[in-house]
């Protein structure tokens, strides 16, 4: 069953502490993403990786980073955790081609920001 | 840019009744990918239906069906006779495609419109 897999499902850490979110996919799929989530806002693209080592910017990159070292693996890392950056953390991946489905979803890292 | 708007933010039904979620979205693109998603109580997100924009037929899926209307940048989406198990959050997007029309870029959700269907 393919799938994207991301590391914690609830996360608490403190102001000012530098976190990361990893996600990884077995697909061999090139696009990555990740979003928050908020309720009433829907889902927001924070950054997206086409290929390894390539990030852009989605529309609300401010406090945030990516990293793509391996295809597989997209990590969202928050470098200096604010109250604000409490929220709902999923990642997904698509590939080229006409895969039906497009996207696949991780589950989503809920991230509590004290 | 793109945008999809849901002006419904939530929606209230009796079981058994019929209701629809509106969906509106914009975008420069001439090629581009139309999605609904589910995603109940336990946070998964869904896949329900995938149109691309060269394709304007409706679509029936058991009790769900969907509108796809270019002329008014609409995708609206239907559930007839609504089941309790129907409760969730519900979302458009839309997704742009590469030039070549191959891979799918950059999704853009809508708000979501919470759907509760009361027995």
């Known amino acids: 069953d393919v799938k994207v897999t991301q590391s914690s499902r609830y996360l608490v850490k403190r102001t000012g502490e530098k976190v990361f979110l990893e996600c990884v996919q077995d697909m061999d799929h090139e696009n990555m993403f990740w979003y928050r989530q908020d309720p009433g806002l829907g889902l927001r693209l924070i950054y997206f990786?086409?290929?390894?080592?390539?990030?852009e910017k989605g529309d609300i990159p401010e406090g945030y980073s990516v990293s793509r070292e391996k295809k597989e693996r997209f990590s969202l890392i928050l470098e200096s955790a604010s109250t604000n950056q409490t929220s709902m953390y999923l990642c997904?991946?698509?590939?080229?081609?006409?895969?039906?489905?497009?996207?696949?979803f991780g589950s989503g890292t809920r991230l509590t920001v004290v | 840019a793109q945008k999809v708007t849901q002006a419904q933010t939530e929606i209230s039904v009796v079981e058994k009744e019929d209701v629809t979620l509106d969906c509106v979205y914009e975008t420069r693109d001439t090629t581009y990918y139309l999605f609904w998603y589910k995603q109940p109580p336990s946070g998964e997100l869904v896949f329900l239906i995938r149109r691309n924009s060269f394709d304007e037929q409706n679509e029936i899926s058991g009790r769900y069906s969907w509108n796809f209307q270019k002329s008014t940048s609409s995708f609206n989406f239907t559930i007839t006779a609504s089941q309790v198990v129907d409760s969730a959050v519900y979302f458009c997007a839309l997704s742009e495609a590469n030039a070549g029309g191959t891979s799918y870029g950059k999704l853009t959700f809508g708000q979501g419109t919470i759907l509760t269907v009361h027995p």
């Open positions: 990786s086409y290929d390894v080592k390539m990030k």
């Open positions: 997904a991946s698509s590939s080229l081609g006409g895969r039906v489905y497009g996207y696949t």
